[in-house]
C-alpha cells in the first residue's frame, strides 16, 4: 500500500527551478510514485491538494515553508526518498551553480562585488519584491523585474520612486528585454541594429523582434514595461520614460510601441507623448480600435507582422525622421497660444478642422464639425479659430474672398492685434476667376501685421496655402517668393499646413506636458550603450544566461530577510532609508 511522507523545513528558501528540478528529481527515483516540492503558500497547497499529496501536516505550513512531500510505494520507500532530498540539492548545485567564488548575501554587498553594475534583475516571489526593488532603486540601478504578484499600489511607488532618480522600472511581471544586444529574462538572440522597441508585452516583444531580424534587420534595445504599464492607474510611466531615452539615442532610428490592449485614457495619453517624438513610432496597440493609419511620425499597425514589416521600411528609408521644422517657439511670449485660420476656401476650411481635431481639444468655427464649437459671433475668434469666410454670412453684398480680399485683411489685422494669437493660417487659392494678383493685396497685409506684433514684442507666424498650378493666370512660382518674402511659411498641401500648425501650437499650449504631467527624470543614455553588467536576485538561470552572453554578472544568495517577518522586515527597510 502507497506511503506519503512529508518534510517541512522553516525558512528554507530555494528559487522555483531549483524547487521545479529537486520535484523532478525525486519524481524520477524508481521508488516514488508522485512528488511535490513547494513554498507552503495557499496556491501550492490547492495543488497538492487536487494532486492527491495534501495531508494534515502540511495545512498548516507559512508561505515561507519549504515543503516536501513524497508518495512511494511503501513508508519505508517513502522515507529514504525523503532521506535524498539534500543530495539531490546539492549535486544539483555542483552540477548546475553559478560558476562564483563568493555569493553575496545582500544586494548592498553585491553593489561592492560589481560597482559598475547598472541593472537589478529580480525573480523573487511576489510578497517580497517590492522591498528587493526598492533596494535596487536605493543602490542606483534600474530595475528587471520578472516577479509577479506584485500590488498595482506597489508598482505605481515604485514606478514613481525610479521616475524621481531616473531609473527604470521595467515590470513587474516583465518577462523579457535586450539591452545593447543583451538578453535578459526570456529573450531571443537578435543581430544589433537601428530599431528600437518598447513593449508592454513579453512575448508581443520577443514576436516583433524575431521577425525583424528574419526580416534583415535588428535592434538597437528592446525595454520591457510590464503588463499593467499602459493601464489608466500607472499611465505608462517607464513607457514614457523608454520613448524619450530611446529618441536621445543616437542609434535607435525608428521606434516600436507595442502594448497589450491598454486602457483608453492610457493609449491616448502614449499617442499624444509619441507624437511630441523625433523619431518615427510604430504602433500596435492589441486590440485597441483606432482608424489612424499615420498621423505624424505615428505608424498604426494591426498584427506583428505588419508591426515589424513597417519599422523595416522605415529604416530602409533614407528620410527616417519628420523634417526639421524651425518653428521659433523661443520667439512667442508666454501668452501667444492661439490659432487663427482665415480661409477663403470653404472644403479647405473644413478639411482643416478635421486634421486639427487630432491635435487639438477644441476649434471654434462658423462651419464646426461639432455643433458645440460654433462661433458665437462669427466676426470674433475665440480660442483657436477656423473661419471660413466664403460662408453666406460674409458674402451678402460683397464679391467672394477668392476675389476680394478686403475683409480677410481686415481681419488679419484685427488677429494680429490680439496678444494670445501666436499664428495665422491662410488659403491662397489660384486659378481662373480668382484675384488676378493675391500677392498684391495680402503680402503688404502680412508685412504690416508681422511687423506691428514685433513691435508690440511679440513673434507673429504666418502660414499660407497656394492652392494653384505652374499653368496657372497668377504665376504660381512668383506668387509663392512674395509670400516667403514677407516672411510667411508656404505650403502646397493644405494636409500637410494643417498638421503643422497643429504641431506648432500644441506643442505652445504644451498639450503632452499638460495629459502627462508625470515628470520623471531623463534616464542616463550610458544605461544602455555602455559596459552591461548586472546583479542578479532569484532565479539562478538569469545568471546562468547573462554569463552565457558574456556579461559580468553577480548572483546574490537571496534569502527573506528577518525570516520572511513583515514587520521585522519593513523596519530593516526603514533604518536603511
Not at 512531500?69 to 548546475?96: F, M, P
Not at 462658423?366 to 454670412?393: A, M
Not at 487659392?429 to 500677392?439: F, I, K, R, T
Request: charged residues 25%.
Amino acid at each position: 500500500m502507497s506511503s506519503i511522507k512529508t518534510e517541512i523545513r522553516s525558512g528554507a528558501y530555494y528559487d522555483s527551478v531549483i524547487l521545479m528540478q529537486l520535484q523532478r528529481s525525486l519524481a524520477d527515483l524508481p521508488t516514488v510514485i508522485d512528488a511535490g516540492v513547494v513554498m507552503g503558500t495557499e496556491a501550492n497547497k490547492d495543488l497538492l491538494e487536487q494532486s492527491g499529496l495534501l495531508v494534515d501536516e502540511i495545512k498548516g505550513a507559512n508561505a515561507d515553508d519549504l515543503v516536501i512531500v513524497v508518495k512511494a510505494e511503501n513508508e519505508k520507500k517513502a522515507q529514504k526518498a525523503l532521506e535524498q532530498v539534500d543530495d539531490l540539492v546539492a549535486a544539483r548545485r555542483s552540477r548546475d551553480a553559478v560558476d562564483q567564488e563568493f555569493l553575496p548575501k545582500s544586494q548592498e554587498s553585491a553593489a561592492k562585488t560589481l560597482p559598475d553594475a547598472k541593472w537589478t534583475l529580480i525573480s523573487v516571489p511576489g510578497r517580497y519584491a517590492a522591498g528587493v526593488s526598492r533596494e535596487a532603486l536605493r543602490l542606483g540601478t534600474h530595475v528587471f523585474l520578472y516577479s509577479d504578484n506584485v500590488s498595482l499600489e506597489e508598482e505605481i511607488a515604485l514606478k514613481k520612486k525610479g521616475a524621481e532618480k531616473g531609473l527604470l522600472v521595467m515590470g513587474p511581471d516583465c518577462g523579457t528585454a535586450i539591452i545593447n544586444g543583451i538578453g535578459l529574462g526570456f529573450a531571443n538572440q537578435v543581430r544589433k541594429g537601428s530599431i528600437g522597441m518598447v513593449a508592454a508585452s513579453g512575448t508581443g516583444l520577443q514576436q516583433v523582434s524575431v521577425r525583424i531580424h528574419q526580416l534583415g534587420r535588428g535592434l538597437t534595445h528592446a525595454l520591457g514595461t510590464g503588463g499593467r504599464d499602459l493601464t489608466s492607474q500607472v499611465g505608462g510611466l517607464t513607457a514614457r520614460m523608454s520613448l524619450e531615452l530611446l529618441d536621445r539615442d543616437p542609434e535607435t532610428k525608428v521606434i516600436v510601441l507595442v502594448s497589450k490592449p491598454p486602457d483608453p485614457e492610457a493609449a491616448d495619453g502614449m499617442i499624444n507623448f509619441a507624437r511630441g517624438l523625433s523619431k518615427p513610432v510604430v504602433i500596435n496597440f492589441i486590440g485597441y480600435a483606432s482608424t489612424l493609419q499615420q498621423i505624424d511620425n505615428l505608424y498604426f499597425t494591426t498584427t506583428f507582422d505588419d508591426t515589424a514589416a513597417a519599422a523595416v521600411k522605415l529604416a530602409d528609408d533614407s528620410k527616417l525622421t519628420q523634417e526639421e521644422e524651425d518653428l521659433h517657439l523661443d520667439q512667442f511670449n508666454s501668452g501667444q497660444k492661439y490659432l487663427r485660420g482665415l480661409f477663403s476656401g470653404g472644403t479647405l476650411a473644413y478639411e482643416a478642422l478635421l486634421i486639427l481635431d487630432y491635435y487639438l481639444p477644441t476649434v471654434y468655427s462658423n462651419v464646426p464639425i461639432n455643433k458645440e464649437y460654433r462661433l458665437k459671433n462669427s466676426l470674433v475668434s475665440q480660442g483657436h479659430t477656423i473661419v471660413d469666410l466664403g460662408e453666406d454670412e460674409f458674402t451678402v453684398g460683397r464679391l467672394h474672398p477668392m476675389m476680394d480680399h478686403e475683409l480677410r485683411i481686415r481681419r488679419l489685422e484685427a488677429e494680429s492685434e490680439d496678444p494670445e494669437t501666436a499664428l495665422i493660417l491662410l488659403d491662397i487659392v489660384l486659378g481662373y476667376g480668382s484675384h488676378p494678383d493675391p500677392a498684391a493685396e495680402l503680402v503688404p497685409a502680412i508685412k504690416s501685421a508681422r511687423s506691428k506684433a514685433k513691435k508690440a514684442g511679440r513673434y507673429l507666424e504666418v502660414v499660407t496655402v497656394i492652392s494653384g498650378t505652374d499653368a496657372d493666370p497668377q504665376d504660381m512660382k512668383s506668387q509663392e517668393e512674395q509670400f516667403l518674402g514677407a516672411g510667411a511659411r508656404v505650403f502646397h498641401s493644405n494636409d500637410a499646413a494643417a498638421r503643422f500648425v497643429g504641431r506648432l501650437v500644441r506643442t505652445l499650449e504644451g498639450k503632452e506636458a499638460q495629459e502627462n504631467s508625470e515628470s520623471f527624470k531623463p534616464v542616463d543614455l550610458e544605461s544602455l550603450t555602455g559596459e552591461f553588467s548586472a546583479i542578479n536576485v532569484g532565479l539562478e538561470s538569469f545568471t546562468e544566461s547573462l554569463v552565457a552572453q558574456n556579461v559580468e554578472a553577480v548572483q546574490v544568495d537571496w534569502k527573506p530577510a528577518a525570516g520572511g517577518d513583515p514587520d521585522l522586515m519593513a523596519l530593516l527597510e526603514k533604518m536603511k532609508g
